[in-house]
Structure formats: structure tokens, C-alpha cells
């Protein structure tokens, strides 16, 4: 029996994992949480105390977007069987030249993240919302603190892997528009998968994770 842990994306809720369906006889799932940061907590540090989560020896590790980062760094402090990563980046080296511009000009910390605190004047500023993003917003986004919201965009930005770990799968969209797949090497396409593709490609996760996680 292999113990699977999943990690969301930032500000998201284990409830992206819904429709993912492994089989019981060879897995047992393990949701995890975000927790709220410290005020400029390192991601070491914050990344041990979302260990004491993981209860598991060699645990199969699968992060979705910023939690794919998450879960290298886990894999950087304790022995795990399997690392993978799901519409995420593998160092920083895949980041779009849009991040690498954030980064560099300090973009991403005027962004008014207290506007997510309250979606509904989120909403009110960006009239163009369709009706069912707004519905996908507010059921999967789940993180409206904002200390957790302006550390998460910090701590990606400035994220230094310079490469890959060793005993990792990527998983990625070819139409994911948050990490463009010309950036990506070395990954598993799936053919017109977006950025939240665990969500609405759950069917090709279902159909070929097991196998991937067993390979």
C-alpha cells in the first residue's frame, strides 16, 4: 500500500483533488492544507512545520502549481519514494520571462492582494468575470489571508532551484497559460491541459496517475 499525499495549488483547497479517484487497493490518499506563514517565514521553515502533516515513511508526493514547489522542498527533508508535479515548474529556470520581470522589478509586491481577502470586490473590479470562473473561484480558492497571499507570491518569485530533483515526474498542459509549455523540459504533455487541469482533466489523471505513480 503506497501512501499518496497531494498538495493544491496557492490559495487553493484540497477540494481540487475531488474527482481524483485512485485505486484503493494500492493507495491511500492524503489531502493536505495550507497553512498560514509566519511574516517572511523562509520556505524552509515553513515547509518543516507542513511536514508534521505527512505521517507516512517514503511517501508518493504530488503538487499541483505552487504546491509542485511545496513538495520539492518536502522531498529536500524527507526520504520519499516519488515526486510529482502537476502544472507546476521544476527550477526556476522554467519560469516565464513575465516572473522573471516581477521578480526582478519587485511587480508582485504592489499587487493588491487585499482585494482577494473579499472576492466579491475582487468581482466588483474586474466586471469581465465570467459566471462560472467566478463559481470556480470561489469553491476552489479557498486561502483569503493576506500574509498568506503576499508570502506565497514572494516565496515563488524568489524560489532558487537551479534544477530538477532527481526522482521527479512532470506532468504538464500544453495550453497552460500560467507556466507556457515552451518553458517546460523533460515533462509528460498531456495534449490541451490548462492550468487547472486536475480539475477539468481529472479523467486523464485518473486513467493514467496510477500507472505513472507505479512505473
Not at 506565497?152 to 515526474?169: F, Y
Amino acid at each position: 500500500m503506497k501512501h499518496v499525499y497531494l498538495m493544491p495549488g496557492m490559495a487553493a483547497s484540497p477540494l481540487i483533488f475531488e474527482n481524483l479517484k485512485l485505486p484503493e487497493k494500492d493507495f491511500t490518499v492524503h489531502k493536505l492544507e495550507w497553512i498560514i506563514p509566519k511574516v517572511k517565514e523562509p520556505l524552509r521553515d515553513y515547509v518543516t512545520r507542513l511536514l508534521t502533516h505527512v505521517k507516512h515513511e517514503s511517501p508518493v508526493l504530488i503538487g499541483v502549481s505552487f504546491g509542485g514547489v511545496i513538495v520539492q522542498e518536502m522531498a529536500k527533508q524527507i526520504d520519499v519514494e516519488k515526486v510529482i508535479l502537476i502544472s507546476t515548474v521544476k527550477s526556476k529556470k522554467e519560469f516565464p520571462r513575465r516572473m522573471r520581470f516581477s521578480k526582478a522589478t519587485g511587480l508582485h509586491k504592489i499587487l493588491p492582494t487585499r482585494l482577494v481577502e473579499n472576492f466579491d470586490l475582487l468581482v466588483k473590479y474586474n466586471p469581465g468575470f465570467a459566471p462560472k470562473k467566478i463559481e470556480l473561484y470561489k469553491k476552489y480558492l479557498s486561502v483569503n489571508n493576506r500574509i498568506y497571499l503576499n508570502w506565497a507570491l514572494d516565496t515563488i518569485l524568489n524560489w532558487e532551484q537551479e534544477e530538477p530533483l532527481l526522482n521527479s515526474i512532470h506532468i504538464h498542459g500544453d495550453e497552460d497559460p500560467i507556466f507556457p509549455i515552451k518553458y517546460i523540459k523533460d515533462c509528460i504533455i498531456v495534449p490541451g491541459g490548462t492550468h487547472i487541469m486536475i480539475i477539468n482533466r481529472f479523467r486523464w489523471f485518473n486513467e493514467h496517475l496510477p500507472d505513472i505513480i507505479l512505473s
